[in-house]
């Protein structure tokens, strides 16, 4: 244990956290817990919450910005999955189950939280969070598992697509616990979350424009990964500055490199062998950062919240599946494979308690209470569904 006030040995600790990510993905590979999984219990473990190897200082200093770096390369490259040509190929399907997935989980949360007595405010607001998914727990399963074919395929578009409706859900919802609150700061909040939303993409756009114009014209290998590196990183840093979606600024990039390059494939390989350092330091940190405390807090409400969001999840795939005419195996095992969730909901529920705080305490405890659950057990989920349909 570093003991508090002594300076971190930074490459002590970063040494010790890529070394726990082999261990965690030499586990993986012969046991049903995905890597992800085995990176957040490492973090807790070694963690404050735990045995205070890696130093709170550490923790507090340098998870926002890794969060901010892993979710850019992420999104950057599911942004290849919503390209026009794959929209092209399967934009209906990804379209029309990622809205129905969406709508699913919002609407069941909400009615359970109604049937069981929660205020009607708290019941809106988490009904908006419960759609956010985690796309880089998600992309990381995939990429271990390492399948191809049309279910892993779908599985991570709609994992980036659905998250872009959850936000605007999400503001809806705002509004809707503006206007049963009489809150006007909360309706002005709302104005600016659509404004961060159009800022992000106007953002990826006017980075990915150029990117996408650029790649190709160097060589392969390390010019190219400092090409792609440079973009995405002066993306996910613009984004921060101007107070705006790292994650969705870079999957807009992603989109335009993916439809407008003729050499886009060169930058997202770039990319692809480059992330995973990164995810490392950014889920043990993830990890390291969970208030176990939260879990004991939030009690039956918690319990409420993620029972009824994957019950949600599952039929709003289901329904969507059914109305696009997927095929019965994105049908049956595509909800099990989108429980997963993580920062972008806890983004949502520090933004609703900043614009309502007298639901802060619950909304806050809920959300990250229900991400140590969703995060540590979701993924087991996920590697489960892609697996079984892969069997198929």
């Known amino acids: 244990m570093i003991e508090p006030g002594h300076p971190t040995n930074i490459p002590l600790v970063l040494g010790s956290m890529f070394l726990v990510g082999l261990v965690a993905d030499l586990i993986g590979r012969y046991t049903f817990l995905p890597r992800i999984t085995l990176l957040l219990l490492s973090g807790l473990a070694i963690g404050p919450p735990g045995f205070s190897l890696i130093p709170h200082d550490f923790v507090q200093g340098w998870f926002a910005t890794l969060t901010s770096i892993a979710l850019a390369l992420i999104g950057f490259l599911l942004g290849e999955k919503l390209s026009l040509p794959a929209l092209k190929q399967r934009g209906i399907q ?15 949360v909400f009615a359970a939280l109604l049937v069981c007595g929660v205020d009607p405010v708290i019941a809106l607001l988490l009904a908006g969070i419960a759609p956010a998914t985690a796309p880089a727990s998600i992309y990381d399963v ?38 049963i609150s009489g809150s006007s700061a ?47 990183l002066l993306g996910a840093g613009l984004a921060v500055q101007l107070e705006l979606f790292p994650i969705l600024t870079a999957m807009v990039m992603g989109v335009t490199v993916a439809s407008l390059a003729t050499h886009h494939d060169r930058p997202f390989q770039a990319i692809a062998g480059f992330e995973w350092p990164f995810m490392i330091l950014f889920f043990v940190l993830a990890g390291a950062s969970l208030e176990t405390t939260a879990l004991m807090l939030a009690g039956w409400v918690t319990l409420v919240y993620v029972l009824s969001r994957c019950v949600g999840i599952v039929l709003g795939t289901k329904v969507g599946a059914h109305a696009v005419g997927a095929p019965p195996i994105l049908r049956k095992w595509l909800g099990l494979a989108l429980f997963p969730q993580a920062g972008v909901a806890i983004g949502m529920a520090l933004f609703a308690s900043q614009r309502f705080p007298e639901t802060a305490s619950v909304v806050l405890t809920v959300v990250v209470a229900s991400t140590i ?11 489960f569904a892609i697996r079984a349909a892969n069997r198929r």
């Open 186 to 232: 909360a309706s002005a909040g709302i104005i600016t979350n659509l404004e961060i939303l159009a800022g992000s993409i106007i953002l990826g756009l006017a980075l990915g424009i150029p990117m996408a114009y650029l790649t190709g014209r160097t060589r392969r290998g390390e010019p190219t990964q400092a090409e792609a590196l440079g973009f995405v």
């Open 94 to 108: 990804v379209v029309g189950i990622s809205v129905c997935k969406v709508l699913g989980a919002c609407l069941c």
């Open 142 to 179: 995939v990429h271990e598992c390492g399948v191809e074919g049309e279910f892993p395929a779908t599985l991570l578009s709609i994992s980036a697509i659905d998250d872009v409706w959850g936000l605007i859900l999400f503001i809806l919802m705002l509004a809707a616990s503006a206007v």
């Open 373 to 383: 659950v969703l995060e540590t057990v979701g993924p087991i989920f996920t590697r």
